[in-house]
């Protein structure tokens, strides 16, 4: 069953922790992506991958960090520099830069509260 | 100003009705449109994939892209209970140096009411 998904379902973290939110996907994707989603605000990105070891900012990259070691796997830490992480976090995937088609695949999302 | 605009909502109609969801978009090179459905606390699933102008049919679905106006539209005809979500647009254009991101519209939330 080919897909993505997101670990853990809810995730509560004190003040000053650091977090991290799981991301795994088994469509053979070159690209994945980590969004927040707010209410009333949409998507944001916070970073995006397009091969292995290689990662960029979006948008939003203050205060997350990522990683790209595996193909399969975009972990994606919440450090206690971000000052509002309270939100659902959507992971997603797509082909990739050399077959274009746009088309992005979320995960189910992890929804992490600051307590 | 917004790479692209929607009408957040909600939307509530009742069941059997047409639904139009629209987006509009300033950025004449995109050519990739999507429409993404989300229901409450799930991640957003692909619902229609248009490339450049024109219309696509799947079901009771029909996706509409205008370029020359910079709008695009979503139906949904007979709709159902089960069609109640938030719609978001999304779009993309041809890439060249950076990655395949996608812009997203900030969603419509529709009700469909038995």
């Known amino acids: 069953d080919g897909g993505i998904t997101q670990s853990p379902k809810y995730l509560f973290r004190k003040e000053g922790q650091n977090v991290t939110l799981s991301c795994e996907q088994n469509?053979?994707?070159?690209?994945m992506y980590w969004y927040r989603q707010d209410p009333g605000q949409g998507l944001r990105l916070i970073y995006y991958?397009?091969?292995?070891?290689?990662?960029q900012k979006g948008d939003i990259a203050e205060g997350y960090s990522v990683s790209r070691e595996k193909k399969e796997s975009f972990p994606l830490t919440v450090t206690s520099a971000q000052k509002n992480p309270t939100a659902f976090y959507l992971c997603?995937?797509?082909?990739?830069?050399?077959?274009?088609?746009?088309?992005?695949?979320f995960g189910p999302g992890t929804r992490l509260t600051v307590l | 100003q917004k790479e692209v605009e929607q009408d957040p909502g909600p939307l509530s109609v009742p069941e059997g009705a047409i639904v139009s969801l629209n987006c509009t978009y300033s950025n004449s090179a995109f050519q990739y449109f999507m429409w993404y459905r989300q229901y409450s606390r799930k991640g957003p699933e692909l619902l229609m994939y248009?490339?450049?102008?024109g219309n696509k049919e799947d079901g009771r679905f029909t996706a509409q892209v205008d370029k020359s106006s910079k709008y695009i539209s979503l139906f949904i005809r007979d709709s159902q209970p089960s069609d109640s979500a938030t719609y978001l647009c999304?779009?993309?254009?041809?890439?060249?140096?950076?990655?395949?991101?996608?812009?997203f519209g900030t969603g419509t939330r529709l009700t469909v009411i038995p």
């Open positions: 997603a995937s797509s082909m990739g830069q050399t077959r274009v088609s746009g088309r992005q695949f």
């Open positions: 248009t490339y450049s102008s």
């Open positions: 999304a779009m993309s254009s041809r890439l060249q140096t950076g990655a395949n991101n996608l812009f």
């Open positions: 469509l053979n994707h070159d690209a």
């Open positions: 991958s397009q091969i292995v070891n290689d990662f």
